[in-house]
């Protein structure tokens, strides 16, 4: 159950939800729960028919419900009547979580912050405990940075961005507006490259920065390098889940979908839209192309054009490779027939 | 070698070590080494007949053998003989160990800590440098918050539990008691789901928690993201390595091993008692058994029954698994016979 | 751009470059950049022709180029003619890091750091806000400790060494000269090891410790977990990426390269100049040879001789894997064929 520091009346909700409202009382929703949790300050939903007990159950003070629910075989309570009440109940969470990050309003700053001399900070933002700002630190209007986040010379944070706790941001790095980066992030730290001198690895020094565009989000404990000489670039609405690597100078298209321990060499391109499941790999110089989906798993090592659908190692067509996967079952009785065709062979 | 802030003298190690001492003089213990490193103050044992050299050469105080060890064949000096001496050797090193833990008495609150007003912190606690409690989160008797921790709003840790340094738990994060969490793991982050509206990826909100029961351990850099509605749930104990990613609404019962690496998707369950080995890849909305065995790197995108063995990708039972294997090394050869045919027949 | 503390002159630039200058006017340099985003202030280097219009645009204050350039067919500016731009470019943001580095003279102690009291500080060190050093903790001269990171007790960091934002130190970890550790790397955490009682697993404890040599550079997110009894070794001069996963009692050769992501198990060796490509997986207990590449994604359960060339899973030899994997396109195919010859047979 969450509870919100705001709060809505049933009429409020009802014009939220896009619903039609049946009330048997009044009161007020400052919570969204699931139909079990749910309390009469509570919001819920239902919408699958296999819940169809919780939601006789529940002590939701106020139900969203399919728009063509019998309401003769129902309880008498307070519902709102929506055609898709997962998506009404969405709204309204939304709703409230947008009113409380427009609440940042007023400078705090915790008195444990360190920040330097040289950082301005605008009129409405957060700064949490323990908070390091470094030389050159610049950040927008209702930046919030939560406890234990470094942030190091010259990097740069848009308006309505969030840094959850303990993440590292290493110099002058660019973050767009409204970018969320879960704990343990860790962005701009240096490329992998290293050059074989006959007796040991010299580095390579990385010079290059990180941009981070408007409304990415990235999870918890991701890492992404810096470019080597130009940019790592993670593009417009990008969305990154938890235990990802990004390279140097990996450029990541806008929209697009990384879920969780997916992994991309340096110097590749991942186009607009497309999305990689789990634990994909991507080798370097890689160019997938727009609105491409990679199952998970799969190891990305040649380029794929739009639109593709691909799986398995090496990623190929997903059609083909789900042939191969099923006679791969056949693959020891076919061996063993393989044997015996043989053996006639050389008699 | 571990040295112990407790020592224990020959008397005792005997007893807790459950053997029959036999000693040329009399000390006492307060670490613990392999053969090599020990010195005169260590406990050390020896089992494994490829190490007798080393054995021989120990400088350990006392060692702990095998009693069917022919005396009269090896030096006369301080042994503990057991009928299992790893055993025996692992009690005492338990032992001491539990002894530095149940020490924590009196209240060690270092002055950086950053507590909020409504904490109330039990007698026996230890709360290291930098850490961070937020508004309503409650501690348990013995607990140990390590240097730079985040403990967010409302979440719980129960009694005698240990958080290492740079741990971050989001608000509402209910922890049991004996929990142990390694440095930079991250428990109760957003999980990862957005709607496409057409134009962008449209965030749902994360408003579920994250419950850890009793006797859990989680490794380093370990990702569990909270629910969407309902809770993210890690049953008790169940031993979870270093960079495991485990998504929202994830359910994983008791006793389970989760090997590094390991990605499990969203909404899953793993049933009590499974073993999942390295790298392996959940799909979201799998229910894997009770007692199943997953081989390294597999990835499972099927329900998998209670007791199964699998393995490969996607996961299959075990022997099949290997049968295909061993095929496909074959499979060139079949390749060029199977081209052959082809060609004969077209005549 | 990567904006350095220190510049040089054009003379200097030429002699570091070991090349021959070519100037039109004198000036002083203090950054090194692409050519895209070079400024009079700026060294750039232009080697490969597809970047040739880049070059013609550059408004760098002096550019690095082939010694066999046609000089007659390029505007007039300055330049060093080199054998090989890329590398004499190198030599130049080398030169200028290294003086940042050296720099470090004084002892800077930020005064949000908690030292405590048994800790000798070297005269030249840098220790940022929030570090923590607990007792016993022993520093080479010239370290550097980033904000917010955690030296546990009896830990050592020897001379030159630098670890970035966010680190955590485990207790008695001995860390090398002039290694280099990235935000968020976790160093001796508890290796992963329980024994079964029948009721639950029991913590086999992890009292070895980690031993990094000189030289090693460890990426952002990566876990290094410390021995049972022994140590977990990294040697001289090895490269670890983002994200690794190194175990309990892995020995990993010298001038070794793991890429990120890499998984490896309990008890392995990694033999001198091996190269790990990302993700693999290594099981435990396994000895992989020197000068050893591992191709992306493989899994390794056997033994590898030295120089061997692997991939795939079980990691195989790569021209065989080739073979197998071109073979399986056709797999589809040759089942049909299969059966229709099965049928062929029946009758």
Tied chains: 1, 2, 3.
């Excluded at 990689?276 to 192309?289: E, F, M, P, T």
Aim: with cysteine; net charge positive; charged share 25%.
């Amino acid at each position: 159950m969450k509870i919100f520091k705001n709060s809505i009346n049933f009429a409020q909700a009802e014009r939220i939800a896009q619903g039609k409202l049946i009330k048997v009382n009044d009161s007020i929703i400052n919570s969204a729960a699931s139909l079990e949790q749910a309390d009469n300050s509570s919001i819920a939903f239902f919408q699958d028919r296999k819940f169809f007990d919780s939601f006789l159950n529940s002590k939701a003070g106020v139900l969203i419900i399919p728009k063509d629910e019998d309401l003769s075989k129902i309880p008498q309570r307070n519902y709102i009547l929506c055609e898709k009440p997962y998506l009404s109940f969405l709204r309204i969470v939304s709703f409230l979580l947008e009113k409380e990050t427009e609440s940042v309003s007023g400078k705090k700053v915790h008195p444990s912050a360190i920040i330097a001399s040289s950082v301005v900070l605008p009129e409405n933002i957060n700064i949490s405990s323990n908070v390091v700002l470094e030389q050159g630190v610049r950040l927008g209007d209702r930046v919030e940075i939560d406890a234990n986040t470094v942030i190091k010379k010259n990097s740069q944070i848009g308006k309505g961005s969030h840094l959850f706790p303990n993440v590292v941001i290493y110099p002058e790095t660019i973050i767009g507006k409204n970018v969320q980066i879960h704990s343990g992030s860790i962005i701009g730290s240096d490329g992998f490259g290293y050059l074989w001198d006959g007796k040991k690895h010299q580095k390579i020094p990385q010079i290059g920065g990180v941009i981070i565009e408007d409304e990415v989000e990235i999870g918890a404990n991701v890492t992404i390098d810096r470019g080597t000489l130009g940019n790592t670039i993670i593009k417009k609405g990008t969305k990154i889940d938890n235990l990802v690597q990004i390279a140097h100078n990996d450029i990541i298209g806008e929209n697009a979908i990384l879920c969780a321990q997916v992994g991309i060499a340096g110097s590749s391109e991942i186009g607009d839209n497309s999305i990689l499941a789990g634990q994909v790999g991507i080798a370097d110089h890689i160019k997938v192309g727009k609105k491409v989906t990679i199952a998970a798993q799969s190891g990305v090592s040649k380029n794929i054009d739009d639109g593709k659908v691909v799986f398995g190692y090496p990623a190929t067509d997903m059609k083909l490779q789900r042939k191969i996967l099923m006679s791969m079952r056949e693959l020891p009785e076919m061996r063993k027939y393989f044997h015996k065709l043989m053996k006639k062979d050389k008699k």
